[in-house]
Nanobody, 122 residues
Framework: QVRLVESGGGSVQSGGSLRLSCETFGYIYSGPCMSWFRQPPGQEREWVGSIDRDGMGTYADSVKGRFTISQDNAKSTVYLQMNSLKPEDTAMYYC????????????????WGQGTQVTVSS
């Protein structure tokens, strides 16, 4: 059974930092098949960023330059380092994973974690 477990959320003041973790269990791990998402209160879930096979991240414009995705293959874990946090970053943060087949990621996020809450106060 595949499980994704996010952790590291919390409450911080504007300008602060947090590092989120997404540890995978029972998943044929591939960092490029995983992404971070967030869902602000009363809004739709939105993509935050992904990491490619070279370890380079791509990010939503709203977080570019402030958030960094990294991974630890040995721990089957992806991270989201969030710096210079703003109140508008307040959201439930999720990691999502696509099914990996060989070196490919099947389109669509099949697996989701339970989320970790990030609250940024002004």
């Amino acid at each position: 059974q595949v499980r994704l477990v996010e952790s590291g959320g919390g409450s911080v003041q504007s300008g602060g930092s947090l590092r989120l973790s997404c540890e995978t269990f029972g998943y044929i791990y591939s960092g490029p098949c995983m992404s971070w998402f967030r869902q602000p209160p009363g809004q739709e879930r939105e993509w935050v960023g992904s990491i490619d096979r070279d370890g380079m991240g791509t990010y939503a414009d709203s977080v570019k330059g402030r958030f960094t995705i990294s991974q630890d293959n040995a721990k089957s874990t992806v991270y989201l380092q969030m710096n210079s946090l703003k109140p508008e970053d307040t959201a439930m943060y999720y990691c999502g994973a696509m099914i990996r087949v060989g070196e490919r990621c099947l389109e669509g996020y099949t697996y989701w974690g339970q989320g970790t809450q990030v609250t940024v106060s002004s």
